[in-house]
Nanobody, 118 residues
Framework: QVLLTESGGGLVQAGGSLTLSCAAS????????MGWFRQAPGKEREFVAR???????YYADSVKGRFTITRDNNKNTVYLQMNSLKPEDTAVYYC????????????WGQGTQVAVSS
C-alpha cells in the first residue's frame, strides 16, 4: 500500500497562486509516475498533470502554461504549482500513483480543496 497525503489547498483570489504537495509513503516512490487530478462540484474527475519517474511532464490543455508539476524524490513528494488561478480551477485536487507507467492510477490521496474566488 502507498499512502498519499495532499496539502496546500485553500482559498485564493483569481490571479493568485497556490502550491499543492503530495507526500507519499513507500521506498520506491522515485520509480512511480505521479498524477494530479481534480474534481469540481457536479463534474467528473479530470486529469490535470502527470510526471514520470524520469521527470517528463504532461498537462491538461486547461492548465498548460499556468500549472507546473514537479517532484522531489529525496522527499517522496510531488508538487503542483498553480499560478494565474481562475474560478474554474475550484475543485478538490487529488494526487495518484501510476506504478506501471501506463496511466493506471492505483493509489489515491484523500484530496485537498482549492477554491478560487472572482
Amino acid at each position: 500500500q502507498v499512502l498519499l497525503t495532499e496539502s496546500g489547498g485553500g482559498l485564493v483570489q483569481a490571479g493568485g497562486s497556490l502550491t499543492l504537495s503530495c507526500a507519499a509513503s513507500g521506498r520506491t516512490f522515485s520509480r512511480y509516475a505521479m498524477g494530479w487530478f481534480r474534481q469540481a462540484p457536479g463534474k467528473e474527475r479530470e486529469f490535470v498533470a502527470r510526471i514520470t519517474w524520469s521527470g517528463y511532464t504532461y498537462y491538461a490543455d486547461s492548465v498548460k502554461g499556468r500549472f507546473t508539476i514537479t517532484r522531489d524524490n529525496n522527499k517522496n513528494t510531488v508538487y503542483l504549482q498553480m499560478n494565474s488561478l481562475k474560478p474554474e480551477d475550484t475543485a478538490v485536487y487529488y494526487c495518484a500513483t501510476d506504478r506501471t507507467g501506463r496511466a493506471e492510477y492505483d493509489y489515491w490521496g484523500q484530496g485537498t480543496q482549492v477554491a478560487v474566488s472572482s
